[in-house]
């Protein structure tokens, strides 16, 4: 069984532990709950849940974000996040959406999976077309977004810019 769950101020071990195997810093992608003590996950959980809930953000630089994990099997192997909207910094690089799945659980076909789960959950969210913004070098990233349904629209000197049509997702 495989299924995204939406980040809660009660995640456990499981969700720490894969964290703490996941890069801080890969494509792009942040991971900024890696080195972090048990106790200061669980303080960064309650912050990214409020990113969440667009409780105490500044108006202008930062958007709401909701983060999820996958789960395959009941082990989380993966993380996403939906940017409600978007800045013209987002436009040329992060998007709406950015995943990431733990290095040992890769090749696995959870790429493909997460993204096209985050996709349903844009499209309830009122999302009608989300961006993917792709660093030029990352294949395994640009296989996900083109078998989900990507369109390449454009590119900036470091990444390709891909929009997804959430229309398609049930
Ligand atoms: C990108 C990422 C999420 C893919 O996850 P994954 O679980 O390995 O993806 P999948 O198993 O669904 O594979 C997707 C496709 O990528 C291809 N692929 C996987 N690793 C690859 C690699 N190192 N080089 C080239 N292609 C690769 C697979 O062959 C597959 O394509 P195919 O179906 O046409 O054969 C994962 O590599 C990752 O977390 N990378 C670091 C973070 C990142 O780059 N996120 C995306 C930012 S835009």
Same mark, same amino acid.
């Given at each position: 069984? !495989?299924?995204?769950? #939406?980040?809660? /101020?009660?995640?456990?071990?499981? /969700? @720490?532990?894969?964290?703490?195997? !996941?890069?801080?810093?890969?494509?792009? /992608?942040?991971?900024?709950?890696?080195?972090?003590?048990?106790?200061? @996950?669980?303080?960064? &959980?309650?912050?990214?849940?409020?990113?969440?809930?667009? !409780?105490?953000?500044?108006?202008?630089?930062?958007?709401?974000?909701?983060?999820?994990?996958? @789960?395959?099997?009941? #082990?989380?192997?993966?993380?996403?996040?939906?940017?409600?909207?978007?800045?013209?910094?987002?436009?040329?690089?992060?998007?709406?959406?950015?995943?990431? !799945?733990?290095?040992? @659980?890769?090749?696995?076909?959870?790429?493909?999976?997460?993204?096209?789960? &985050?996709?349903?959950?844009?499209?309830?969210?009122?999302?009608?077309?989300?961006?993917?913004?792709?660093?030029?070098?990352?294949?395994?990233?640009?296989?996900?977004?083109?078998?989900?349904?990507?369109?390449?629209?454009?590119?900036?000197?470091?990444?390709?810019?891909?929009?997804?049509?959430?229309?398609?997702?049930?």
């Amino acid at each position: 069984m !495989i299924e995204l769950r #939406k980040l809660s /101020v009660d995640d456990g071990m499981d /969700v @720490y532990t894969m964290l703490q195997e !996941i890069p801080k810093e890969e494509n792009g /992608v942040m991971n900024n709950a890696n080195g972090l003590s048990f106790e200061e @996950y669980k303080e960064w &959980l309650r912050r990214k849940y409020a990113d969440s809930e667009q !409780i105490g953000l500044m108006d202008g630089w930062k958007v709401p974000s909701t983060t999820y994990w996958l @789960y395959a099997d009941e #082990k989380p192997v993966g993380f996403g996040s939906i940017r409600h909207f978007l800045t013209d910094a987002l436009r040329a690089a992060g998007g709406n959406i950015g995943y990431e !799945i733990a290095p040992k @659980y890769r090749g696995k076909g959870y790429g493909k999976k997460i993204l096209g789960l &985050l996709l349903e959950e844009a499209k309830r969210l009122g999302i009608g077309r989300v961006l993917v913004t792709i660093k030029l070098d990352n294949s395994a990233s640009k296989a996900v977004a083109l078998a989900n349904g990507g369109v390449i629209t454009g590119q900036t000197n470091e990444r390709i810019l891909m929009w997804i049509d959430t229309a398609q997702k049930s």
